[in-house]
Nanobody
Framework: QLQAFGGGLVQAGGSLRLSCAAS????????MSWFRQAPGKEREFVAG????????NYADSVKGRFTISRDNAKNTVYLQMNSLKPEDTAVYYC???????????????WGQGTLVTVSS
């Protein structure tokens, strides 16, 4: 089970931190990622991290602004979002799959989503 939270309304240039807490089993061999879906658009990959080695992967659109991190003791992944832009407005979802990050939607479990709104 995944629970995502931390979304909200922020002005352009501001910051937010999203959290995704996983429960139910050990996740040390898994990869967790964040996706987002803006109104009328397809769901897209944002960032991912392997829970074991901590390897990260980012979409070009967020590189240098977003940082994904993990706390294995809490089975939690964070997405620190800085320098937010109106085009970052979307529902953000966390997802988990075995072993390694992929940028497609091929994940085993998804969280419920949390809305991020960036005003101009």
């Amino acid at each position: 089970q995944l629970q995502a939270f931390g979304g909200g309304l922020v002005q352009a240039g501001g910051s937010l931190r999203l959290s995704c807490a996983a429960s139910g089993r050990t996740f040390s061999n898994d990869a967790m990622s964040w996706f987002r879906q803006a109104p009328g658009k397809e769901r897209e990959f944002v960032a991912g991290i392997t829970m074991g080695g901590g390897s990260t992967n980012y979409a070009d659109s967020v590189k240098g602004r977003f940082t994904i991190s993990r706390d294995n003791a809490k089975n939690t992944v964070y997405l620190q979002m800085n320098s937010l832009k109106p085009e970052d407005t979307a529902v953000y979802y966390c997802a988990i799959r075995r072993f390694f990050v992929v940028t497609t939607l091929q994940y085993d479990y998804w969280g419920q989503g949390t809305l991020v709104t960036v005003s101009s």
